[in-house]
């Protein structure tokens, strides 16, 4: 088990700490390096917490999640210029 090493609260939302991230890693990088990364820079995060802040960045269109195994995902950042139609839409 993970030490928390903000026991109460983030001193800043977790959407910040993975954007963070994702600009560190110069765009792409798998959910699996994204949670050790985490839990080095801010101490434990749920898988719920990681889902709701992915969620919440892609909503904004900040990045996208793909599936690319069964138990694996990519985030990707989506650039200024580039944009992600979703399955259905032209």
């Given at each position: 088990m993970a030490t928390q090493?903000?026991?109460?609260w983030r001193p800043f939302p977790l959407i910040f700490s993975v954007m963070n991230i994702?600009?560190?890693r110069e765009g792409v990088l798998?959910?699996?390096d994204l949670i050790r990364l985490l839990e080095n820079d801010i101490g434990e995060?749920?898988?719920?917490?990681?889902?709701q802040a992915l969620m919440?960045?892609?909503i904004k269109g900040l990045i996208h999640v793909q599936m690319i195994k069964k138990n694996q995902r990519v985030i990707k950042r989506i650039g200024e210029n580039q944009k992600f139609l979703a399955v259905g839409e032209d």
């Open positions: 090493k903000y026991p109460y994702v600009e560190r798998l959910e699996d995060v749920s898988e719920r917490e990681l889902n919440k960045l892609e």
